[in-house]
Each structure stands twice: as C-alpha cells, then as structure tokens.
C-alpha cells in the first residue's frame, strides 16, 4: 500500500501515543499497601509488651478529644500563618501560635502538591503515587484504610462542608455534607462563603464527633493573581475570623463535656510564586500544621518554636487523638508533643501501637526487613519497653522507673523516624512488562523525503508471514508466564484474553512491516543514482546546527539539571540559530562566490529537487537545473531597504528573545529571581501593565489582519477589544477613566463575548478550507482560510494569556513575519529546515510562556475563562491550549506558510513527516533514560513530571500532524 508521508507520519505518531499510555500506566507505580484489607474486619490491637508476666492492656486507648475541627485552607503556605502575612491578617491566629495553648508545626507537603493526592495523604498516611495528578481531575472512591473509615466504623458522626472532592474519595462516610466544586477557579467568595455559612447551625448542636471544613477561596485567588494579590490578605482575615468563630464556640461547649476538643488548621499544599503548585518547590511544600486544644496549655514564658513534620503524620495523629487504630497503609509518626502531657504509660502505648503498624507494614513490603535499622530499633525499644512494664508493676514512683521511661520513649521516638523514612522510599513497584510495551516507527526516512513524498507500506506481508506468527507465539507465552505468576500485577493480566490478544497481532503486525520496510529500504529498494556525487557537495552549517542541535537536546534529558532548567536548551538554540541565520545573510549578500552554486533553495522552486537530490546526490546537481530555470540570487531579488532588512532581521530576532527571556523567570535555580513579569503583576504597576497590554493587543491586530477577510478583520479587532475588556472587568487592567475598585466581577460576559469571534473566525476559516477541496478554482481560498483558522487561535490565545504575557503573543507574531518576509523566502530554505526552525521556536515560546517542566506552572485558571460553573472538557481543552499555545501557533504558520508559499505537492508532507520525527526522537530516548533512571533520587520530583509532559506534548504533535495531513489532502484533491 502506498502512503504519503505525512499520513505515515500520523499514523506513526498515533501508535506512539498508545504506546506511551501504556508506558506510563506501567511506568507509575502504586505506592506501599498492607496486606490485611479493611474488609476483613479490624484487627486486635498489638498488646502492651510484657517481660515475664502477661499484660493487662490489651485494648486501644481510650479517644484524647471529645470532638475533632479540621480547618482546611486550600493553598495555605506556611508563611501566610507563621510570617509577617499571619501577623497582619491573622492575628489572632498569630495569638494561639505564640502565646495560645497549642502546638505548630512545618508540615512538608510531598510531591505531586495537588489537593486529590494530599487529602490522601493526610487521610490515610500514605505517600500517592504520581499518576494521581491525572486523577485529581476526577477522583475516584478511596478504598483504601484511613482516619475516615475507621471513625465511622467505630460509629462517629462526621459532617464534612466544602471541596466536593472528599466526597468523590469518601462516599457514604459523612452524615451530612455539602459539596463545592474545586475546579472553577474564577469563584473566590462563594465557594468559601457555601462553607461558613452552616457553621453557626453546626456548632450550635453536640451531634457530632468530627467536622471538617475544606476553604478553597485562597487556592483560586493564586491561581488567578498569584501570593502577591492584595486579595490575598482579606481571604487570610476571612480565615482568621472563621477560626475565632469556631475555637471560642468549642472552648464554650467544653465545660459540658468530659474531654477537651481539638482545633486543626492546615493547608493540602502552599503556592508557587506564580499562585500555581504541583511541584517540589519550597513554597509549594510548606504548608501550616497548628494543633489548638486546651489540653495543650502552656506555662508563662514557655516560647515553642514551629518544628519541621511530614503531611504524612496527620493520620496517625488523628487516630490516636480519636482512639482509632492506626491506618494500616499509613508510614508517618505521630506526632508526640499532642500527648506528652498524658502518664508516662500512656505515652510508650502510643508509641508502641505506632511502630508495631509500621514495621508490619515494612515486613510486608520489603523482603530483608530484619536488616532495617528501623527494624531493629523497633525490637530494642519493645524489649526495654517490656523491662519498663515488669518495673512499673513492681514500683509506680521512682526515678530509676522516670530514667528508663525517658529512654524507651527515645528509642521508640528514634525507631518511627527510621521506619518512617525507610517506607517512604518503597512506593515503586515497577511494572516492568507494561513498560516494554511501545513500539516506535521512526523509519522510512529515505523514502519519506523522496520527491513525490510517498513510500510503499508492505499490509500483506504480516499476514503471510513466518515471522508474524511467531511472534503471536512468543508474546503469548510471555503473557501466560507473567501472568499466571504468584505475584503478578502486570496491567494487561487484568484485560481480557480477547483485548490483550489484540495488543498482541498489533505488536507482531507492527514489527513485520518494520522488517519489511527495512528490508526494501536497505536491500531491495536502493535507488541506483543517475549523477555521481558532486565533489563540493557538503551539508551547510544551518543543517549541522539542526542536527547538532537535536543530538545536543536529546542527550540533556539524561541530567536532572538540563530537565530542570530546559528552556535555557531552547534559549540557547534559537540564539545560535539566530546568530546562524545571520551568517548566512552576510555570505549571500557579501561573500557570495557566483562561481558557486548556491546550496539553498527557494521554497517555490527547489522542494521536488531536494528529493530528487536524495536520490541523486547531494543538491548541487539540482541547482544547476534550478539556475536553468532562472533562479534568481538573493542580491538581485532584494535591493535597497529591503536588503538591509534581511541583513539586520536576525539581530531583531535575537533582541526580541532576550527581552522575553526577562519576562517570566522559570525553572529552579532562579525562578525566585525577579523579572518583568513579577514588576508587571504588582499592583503598584497596574496603569504600566494596562499600557503593555493595550499596545500588545494593537500589535496583534497589525500582525494577524493582513491576511484576513474584511469580516474575519472586524471580527478579530472586537474580539481584541473583548479580550482588554475581560481583563478589565476582573482588575487584570483599567481602563484610563476607570479608578481602581474593590468591586471585581468575573468577567464572564466579556469573556463570552469574545469566544463568539473566536468560533466565528474559525468556522469562516474552516469553511473557506472545505471549499477550496470542493472548488478547486481559486488557490487563494484555501490560503485565507488557512490564515484565519491561525487568526482565530491567535485571537483565543490572546483571551487565555494572563496580561503580562500578552507580549510573547505579540513577538511571536513579529518574529514570524520576520522570518517569513526576510529570512526563509530570501534565503531559499527547503521545507525541511522551515519545520525545524518552526519546531525550535515553537519550543521556546513554551517557555518564554513561563512554563517548565514543573506541573506548578500549568495555569489552570486559563480553563475557565468564561464559564460560571466546572464543565471538565471544555477545562481541559482550554487549559491545554493555553499551555501549548506556543508550539500550536507556530505549527499552524508552518502549514499556513507551505502552504501559500509554495507550489510543490510534496511540502507539506515532508513538513508532516520531518515534525514527528524531531518531536518522537526526544520521547522515544527519553522514554530509555527515564525506564534506566527508574531509581534515580529524582525520578518524582524532576524526571516524572517531565514525562507526563512529554506524554502531553506528544498528543498535541499527534494532533498537529492530522491536521497537516488534512490539509494535505485538501491540497491532492486540487491537485
């Protein structure tokens, strides 16, 4: 079967992202799980050791507190409550901290930082693995052990109000309950006021034993302006009035109650300095623990510092405090201060019941636990904690009882914080045979870029096949091994035979072509060559930056500093390409030899060429064809300012990049770094940002108008005006009458407004592209729709942009129409070499966004502009279309570009194919580097998040490339 390039290409492409579904799903692992199940019924707890005599307790010790508020502030860093924004918006907050009877801590939130995974966390105790930054978008019931589950099987009443997502995790757990959607990121006030406003009725009543309260208000507000908006600090009075409201209301109610109640106030994870999180940040990991409780009293002059804790020891804590048994996939420590008030006894039962849960949960997961150091201590501590018993029974006062008390309590202190840390580096179980599943066809490259951009797909050799079939056979006897062994948990031995053998002929049909295509290619399918290899034949120095380039890329993704700090790759290479491309004008106006024949060709002219000189030879024998056509030289194409422009159009490429390099810091290393974008977003620089974006706006509607239609041009500059509009309506900007307001609408109908033009625009360009493959008349219909398919991108980019990042738009836009007008059309670039430069900028310009390669600098208030309630796929499309809007931009000029500026039927298809092999090669390889680094010390916090990114990144190249290959088809039909 004969196929273009650019269909095989996207068929390519698809496959490779099946393939790295598969991978990841195998990739990421499940953490640590205890054997015994909660359905099993609850297990007795450990009994008290003894030394001789048995002992008498036998049972759990009795609940601390009579009543249990936990205060849950979504996004709450530690320095909102411990720095110098607790002491001004949360004073009396600040009061319990440092004077109050209460315990404070650091909890360290660890990665992934989103509010799915560290409700687990702080639920059940256990560490979530990364995959469950993809399910927070949808969470699924927990179903394993945690604080919830045990208190309501031991019959408490919990009543929960906020985050709806504890409902999705814990259904049929709360008594009553009212839920807030988490998502919908532009609602800052209702969202919190849903929650506050049944706490006078709930606290009024004593039918209770556990209320918990999930505050989302501060996490939307950072996600919209960032930890420096002034709404900041009134969300942190709100707060702070909130928990007055309901400490007095507990501390009134206790005189009727036999035990104390106990107040929590924590944060799920902080905030970046950009308002986002996700990542491994400081900012993002810090998060307030405060405790308060009147059993917490402290004597005058008594100053207790905030001490540094794992998210992780809520859950234990928890459960002691309730009187509940430990959940069993829990690896923290409880936190003793909360009962070092209580008899020395009790203390060591505490500690006791803790280190028996975790070392049973590191016998179950670690197959030589007898050598763990925790192990050990955990033995040591319960025999001295055995002698401790026998003397205490023997003689309750004496100091020799209180000296050896204090050391088993160091001993049994010291054994949680090993058990602890040896746990938490046990969440991979690697499923190895899942990992190997993903085939990559990245081959055909000679015939890919032949002339006619076409090569032979051999369909039937697979079936007729030896090898086929053997394969099958040996794919199926690895599946039934693997599957049928005692300890399997490979994901296709839960599918069904039929689907995985599916997996299977796919597999097997997949490597049959690729021998086929080999084979012809390497064997059979050598074209004889017709003209002998000129002898000044040599690849220019921009082909060798290309490649050298791409190899230099590819080899830094094994480093986690290069993953870390990628985008100064990027900066580098469009700098030197810059600076490349500058060296070719010069040589082309100054240096040119006429005895010589030029080796770059004219997009119009030289594409058949460049194929027919990849059977032939090098492309000198082509060019001397190309001079029989007349083929100009670029001196006397250009003349005057024109010729100049060419020459300094580099050098403004080259400024443009650096100014948007100082536009938004990213990264690690010095994205703490001020840049123009924090000085921007201040709100002592709102009339200069309001200027930057007006003039961003305008520069736009120059750039992009050009090649509309009248309609298409009225539409894109009210849609412009909508886009200021909406910024303006939420306090992004101000209009000059406008004064500064505390009144700040959402911004919904302007937001809307614009999406109208957006869908107009698009669907005159669609229609446009349709009828040009109907009516083959007119090639310039297809050009304008092309254009107005872009214009209407470029118009929805200009929407999801926060203000300050307006300008990126704007000089992508300028630098395209640099390039296009002085660079690849003067300079005679092949289709080859446009796809690349496009590709590379395209990769910049994700960056100069102020994206990394950390899930925290995803802005997901881009997906709900416009929209009052959580609608997910709409979310989702937009999110990632603000992410990715960089790489998309500059795809979609590639194909305008080929498309109008070139006659040859083969451009686009060797666009096509030459995308998905410079994106495929650096997931492909990175893919090996990540299977080989699996037990690097950074593997979650730098190289996963790199992974779903380039997951992501891969679907969105999947997509381009259909649409390349649509448009191709387009461009066959015509022809």
């Known amino acids: 079967m004969r196929l273009g390039a650019g269909a095989f290409a996207a068929c390519c492409v698809a496959i490779e992202v099946l393939g790295i579904a598969v991978f990841l799903r195998g990739f990421f692992p499940a953490p640590v799980r205890s054997s015994a199940r909660t359905e099993h019924g609850a297990e007795p707890p450990a009994p008290e050791p003894s030394a001789g005599a048995s002992s008498n307790w036998t049972t759990l010790p009795p609940p601390l507190f009579s009543k249990v508020v936990i205060v849950l502030i979504d996004a709450l860093r530690d320095d909102f409550v411990f720095g110098s924004k607790g002491v001004k918006f949360m004073p009396y907050t600040t009061y319990l901290v440092e004077k109050g009877a209460s315990h404070s801590f650091v909890a360290e939130a660890k990665p992934p930082t989103v509010t799915m995974p560290r409700i687990k966390a702080l639920m059940t105790g256990s560490l979530p693995g990364f995959v469950d930054v993809i399910r927070n978008l949808n969470s699924p019931a927990l179903l394993e052990d945690s604080v919830i589950r045990q208190a309501k099987a031991a019959g408490k009443r919990i009543i929960f109000y906020g985050d709806e997502t504890w409902v999705k995790l814990f259904p049929k757990h709360f008594v009553e309950y009212d839920g807030t959607t988490s998502f919908f990121v532009s609602d800052y006030t209702e969202v919190d006021n849903n929650v506050t406003r049944h706490l006078d009725k709930v606290l009024k009543r004593g039918d209770w034993d556990m209320l918990i309260l999930h505050y989302l208000g501060l996490d939307h507000i950072g996600h919209i302006s960032g930890p420096s908006s002034p709404l900041v600090g009134r969300k942190l009075s709100e707060m702070d009035s909130v928990l007055m409201k309901i400490h007095t209301s507990l501390l009134s109610k206790e005189r009727e109650m036999a035990l104390p109640s106990l107040l929590v106030l924590c944060g799920d994870h902080g905030m970046s300095e950009t308002g986002s999180h996700g990542a491994s940040s400081m900012e993002e990991v810090n998060t307030p623990l405060v405790l308060i409780s009147s059993a917490f009293e402290r004597k005058p002059g008594d100053i207790r510092h905030s001490t540094r804790v794992q998210q992780t020891d809520v859950a234990a804590t928890l459960a002691i405090a309730l009187g509940l048994p430990i959940p069993k996939d829990s690896v923290g420590s409880l936190l003793f201060p909360v009962v070092e008030g209580k008899p020395m006894r009790e203390q060591l039962r505490f500690l006791h019941l803790n280190t028996v849960q975790l070392s049973k949960l590191l016998q179950e997961n670690v197959p030589s636990y007898e050598k763990d150091p925790g192990f050990e201590q955990f033995k040591m501590s319960e025999r001295l904690h055995g002698n401790w018993i026998r003397l205490y029974l023997e003689e309750k006062h004496s100091e020799v009882l209180w000296n050896l008390g204090s050391k088993v309590l160091r001993q049994y202190l010291d054994a949680l914080k090993t058990l602890s840390s040896s746990l938490s580096t046990q969440v991979a179980q690697y499923d190895v045979y899942s990992m190997t599943v993903l085939t990559l066809l990245l081959l055909s490259l000679p015939q890919a870029l032949h002339r006619k951009a076409e090569l032979e797909v051999p369909l039937s050799s697979p079936g007729f096949s030896l090898l086929f079939y053997l394969v099958i056979l040996v794919l199926s006897a690895v599946h039934v091994i693997v599957c049928t062994s005692a300890e399997s948990s490979c994901y296709f031995c839960g599918l069904s035979w039929l689907a995985a053998g599916g997996v299977m002929v796919l597999a097997s049909a997949l490597l049959c072509v690729t021998a086929s295509v080999l084979t012809s290619v390497l064997v059979g399918g050598e074209p004889q060559r017709k003209n002998p290899i000129h002898p000044s034949s040599r690849w220019s120095e921009l082909d060798l930056l290309i490649l050298l380039g791409t190899v230099g890329h590819v080899l830094s993704l094994g480093a986690s500093s290069f993953v870390e700090e990628e985008h100064q790759t990027w900066y580098f290479l469009v700098n030197t390409l810059c600076l490349a491309l500058s060296q070719e004008t010069y040589r082309n106006y100054f240096l040119r030899d006429d005895s010589e024949p030029q080796c770059g060709l004219h997009v119009e002219q030289g594409l058949d060429e460049v194929a027919a000189a990849w059977q032939g030879g090098p492309g000198c024998d082509v060019l001397e064809r190309g001079k029989g056509h007349g083929s100009p030289s670029p001196s006397d194409v250009l003349q005057g300012s024109e010729k100049w422009m060419v020459l300094a159009s580099p050098w403004l490429i080259l400024a443009c990049c650096r100014l948007l390099r100082s536009l938004n810091q990213t990264g690690v290393q010095w994205a703490h770094r001020p840049d123009l974008g924090h000085w ?247 893919i090996v580097l990540v299977t080989s680094l699996r037990y690097h010390l950074f593997i979650w916090s730098v190289f996963s998040p790199k992974l779903l990114y380039e997951g992501m990144h891969l679907l969105i190249t999947a997509a381009v490339c259909l649409f390349f290959t649509a448009v191709d088809q387009t461009r066959l039909t015509q022809s």
Request: with cysteine; charged share 10%.
């Open 680 to 926: 921007l977003t201040s709100s002592d620089h709102k009339a200069e940002l309001s200027v930057l974006a007006a003039a961003s706006l305008l520069v736009v509607f120059v750039l992009v108008q050009r090649g509309c239609s009248p309609v298409s041009k009225a539409a894109l500059a009210l849609g412009l005006l909508g886009v200021y509009c909406y910024r303006a309506a939420i306090g992004s900007v101000r209009f000059p009458w406008q004064q500064d307001s505390k009144d700040i609408s959402k911004g919904i109908i302007e937001a809307r407004f614009v999406y109208v033009f957006v869908l107009g625009i698009l669907f005159t360009g669609t229609r446009d592209l349709l009828k040009s493959q109907v009516v083959a008349t007119d090639f310039k219909i297809k050009t304008v729709g092309l254009w107005e398919i872009y214009s209407g991108l470029v118009l929805l980019a200009a929407l999801l942009f926060r203000p300050h990042n307006l300008p990126v738009l704007a000089f992508s836009l300028l630098i395209q129409t640099l390039m296009t007008k002085f660079i690849w059309k003067p300079l005679r670039h092949d289709a080859a070499e446009i796809t690349v430069m496009h590709y590379w900028f395209g990769q910049a310009f994700f960056y100069f966004q102020g994206n990394s390669n950390n899930i925290a600098t995803v802005d997901i208030s881009a997906g709900f502009v416009g929209l009052d309630t959580y609608v997910e796929i709409p979310a989702v499309f937009l999110t990632a279309f603000g992410t990715y809007a960089g790489p998309l931009l500059w795809a979609g000029h590639l194909v305008h570009f080929l498309s109008s500026e070139t006659h040859s039927s083969s451009a686009l298809s060797h666009a096509c194919f030459c995308y998905a092999m410079i994106c495929s090669i650096p997931v492909s390889t990175y």
